[in-house]
């Protein structure tokens, strides 16, 4: 989606909604120049410092001309992701009369570029958004108020030669003397206020000749020095004079004062899109903008509804922590912090400290496709890369009925474009690496203070932050969790880690289920667990129950819960419910119910697991293993709800998803996956290869 300067305003709040339900934002940028001279010399590798002076260098001397930002949401349920393409031209040039000036430059080899994919260089000054850094909305509000504060005006200093000039202040001086003996004698005076012109004051605002600003700064000077009790007030040919009172005073003052905040607000511009991302104060957005047309006309809303609907936006933004994609992002950031927030730190070490201030969690796409690769760089193209990932059908990935200008034409290079290819590669990659290791990485804390704090954003479907019957659902552990937690014995030895699976309370005892007490020889359940190896998913087929006899069924009943069948069957005879819920949760997260049905040769079990994946990695793991010197069969049913009247199980229609298997979601941010991987931007020709933004440890 194109914003231009005309529908900014008006587009604004979808944006900002649109950031607050992202799981994570891309970005992509287009410039004005780019760094060319290496410095230091030499032949050898730059360092990291020397690479960042030499951004930090051009970004100060050149402009962003083009932004693009995708908003990616992510359905569990689904397994799928929407993205909301944005693509945005900037406008270098500061108006609203704030006497700020911005120099700005452009690079024949960088404008050869953009020329040559089609770029259209007016754009950023036709179309193209304004917009205003943190230091310079700070300087130029200082300079608006220095402006309306009559009292830091200089004093201008009359010569004796300047004759015209001293008979003019004479005059205007004894007209001024009469006028408020007048008013001080209280005899009835024709005007409230005196009107100094080149001519004899009158009170008729039509004067035959109108003063100069020379001679307006005469007239307030001579105000301000010889006539405490009086005020000037600047008319267009004149100056008027009234006698001072304090609350008209206060009231002009909050007016002025109002009036430099929209103009300045007006200019911030874009940079409330950035405001938004990292958390900042959007306090200087007025709700009225939403209330035009794209176009820029005005419409009619309820605007006290839009208040309250702007006052919750920016709660909600305030408790997010964007996460950050980009490809090959380093100098995106450089630039990025010079245009939006100000002057930037001559040490890398400081710039890696405000990064993080900004962003808890930045994920180079161009460091995932390129880890590990030695010393050799391989190719790692944006473009080389998506292509690459067509083939990979998971995660599904669609883009939103209103964003949809990329979908069926390629616009390589603009930065719309690029930001949706960018979080394209972030999702499949990601999903694909993740099913390359010893399983999924789901919900691992890590040790990395760079995204302590780190809270994902809820999703559509079942998350984190979802409950049922009020409980919070448990996350699921990874593979080499589970193996550190299970221990060598052949029973389980270890507990599951708090916070990771939560075995479901029963409603009446208010107990959680006892430690299984094993009774089987040979290899068990636990022993497959341990030993755990990873297959490709298998689609799930509806099977009728065994009708064999109840040997525990402890059903909840409450009412109204939803969640996600599987069938077990070929258990040992001697398996318990509290056995098969300790072995099944500890790989599949929350059970919110387990039936087990055993004759004198066989069980089979039913169990009900809150988490759609959870439910799927049981089946794809369990599903024609060996335990106890039987193949388990596991199959995973509709998804079922409880009848509140009669308390029976009955199928509700599953909603339509794909087969997710291991990599069907791109890993939990605040997995281990990602201390591997997230914070760490690519940095190729530098000794160091890449630039780690997490802290140095001392």
């Not at 659902?473 to 990771?500: H, N, V, Y």
Request: charged letters at 30%.
């Amino acid at each position: 989606m194109d914003v231009e300067s005309s529908s900014f305003q008006p587009k604004l709040v979808q944006i900002m909604e649109a950031i607050a339900g992202a799981l994570f934002v891309s970005i992509d940028m287009e410039f004005s120049g780019i760094p060319t001279q290496v410095k230091g010399g030499g032949q050898g590798k730059q360092s990291l410092q020397q690479r960042y002076s030499e951004n930090r260098d051009a970004a100060e001397k050149y402009q962003v001309l083009q932004v693009g930002i995708t908003c990616v949401e992510e359905d569990v349920v689904k397994g799928q992701y929407l993205i909301r393409p944005y693509n945005f031209n900037l406008n270098p040039i500061i108006g609203g009369r704030l006497d700020l000036e911005r120099d700005f430059s452009f690079q024949s080899g960088a404008i050869e570029f953009l020329l040559g994919i089609g770029f259209k260089i007016d754009l950023p000054f036709l179309i193209g958004i304004p917009y205003l850094s943190r230091e310079e909305e700070a300087l130029a509000k200082k300079k608006a108020l220095s402006r309306n504060d009559k009292s830091k005006f200089s004093n201008i200093n009359l010569t004796s030669e300047e004759k015209e000039s001293q008979e003019f202040i004479t005059r205007v001086r004894g007209e001024l003397k009469a006028w408020e003996e007048g008013i001080k004698s209280s005899k009835k005076i024709q005007d409230e206020f005196c009107n100094v012109s080149t001519e004899n004051f009158s009170s008729m605002p039509e004067v035959s000749q109108g003063l100069n600003n020379f001679q307006k700064r005469l007239v307030h000077q001579l105000v301000r020095g010889e006539f405490p009790s009086l005020v000037t007030i600047s008319r267009p040919g004149f100056i008027q004079v009234v006698p001072y009172d304090k609350d008209r005073e206060d009231m002009l003052a909050a007016k002025k004062l109002k009036q430099i905040e929209e103009n300045i607000g007006r200019q911030v511009g874009f940079r409330w899109v950035i405001e938004s991302m990292v958390g900042g104060s959007i306090e200087g957005i007025d709700p009225k903008w939403f209330a035009r047309k794209l176009s820029g006309e005005p419409k009619f809303v309820n605007q006290k509804q839009v208040n309250q609907e702007f006052i919750d936006l920016k709660e909600n933004l305030a408790r997010k922590q964007t996460v950050l994609v980009g490809h090959n992002i380093f100098m995106d950031l450089v630039y990025f912090y010079a245009t939006f927030i100000g002057k930037l730190p001559e040490d890398v070490e400081d710039f890696k400290k405000e990064i993080r201030k900004l962003f808890p969690l930045v994920i180079d796409t161009k460091y995932l496709a390129t880890h590990e690769c030695g010393s050799i760089n391989p190719k790692s193209s944006l473009e080389e890369i998506e292509k690459e990932l067509r083939v990979e059908k998971l995660p599904i990935i669609t883009t939103h009925e209103n964003h949809n200008k990329y979908t069926n034409t390629a616009f390589a290079h603009e930065a719309g474009y690029d930001s949706s290819l960018t979080a394209n590669i972030l999702i499949k990659l990601s999903a694909k690496l993740d099913s390359s290791r010893d399983g999924p990485i789901d919900s691992l804390p890590t040790d990395s203070s760079s995204i302590e704090k780190l809270e994902t954003t809820p999703s559509k479907g079942v998350t984190k932050s979802s409950s049922v019957h009020g409980e919070q659902i448990g996350e699921l552990p990874t593979l080499e969790e589970l193996k550190s937690k299970l221990g060598d014995d052949l029973g389980f030895t270890g507990t599951i880690a708090s916070g990771k699976t939560k075995i479901r309370k029963s409603s009446k005892s208010q107990e959680t289920f006892p430690e299984p007490k094993l009774k089987f020889g040979g290899e068990n359940m636990f022993d497959v667990l341990r030993d755990l190896e990873l297959r490709e998913p298998k689609k799930s087929k509806k099977r009728k129950r065994s009708k064999k006899q109840v040997k525990e069924i402890q059903p909840d009943e409450e009412a109204g819960f939803a969640g996600f069948l599987v069938y077990g069957d070929n258990f040992s005879p001697a398996v318990t419910q509290n056995d098969i819920v300790k072995v099944m949760s500890t790989l599949g997260g929350e059970i919110l119910d387990c039936k087990v049905m055993a004759d004198e040769t066989s069980a089979c079990a039913e169990i009900i697991f809150a988490l759609q994946l959870g439910a799927q990695r049981v089946v794809d793991f369990f599903d024609g293993k060996e335990a106890d010197g039987r193949k388990l069969k596991m199959e995973l049913s509709e998804n079922i709800s409880i009848d509140e009247d009669n308390d029976q199980e009955s199928p509700v229609e599953a909603p339509q998803e794909a087969s997710l298997g291991y990599g069907g979601l791109i890993p939990r941010f605040n997995s281990d996956f990602w201390n591997i991987y997230g914070n760490k931007l690519r940095v190729f020709g530098t000794d160091e290869a890449f630039m780690d933004l997490n802290p140095t440890e001392n």
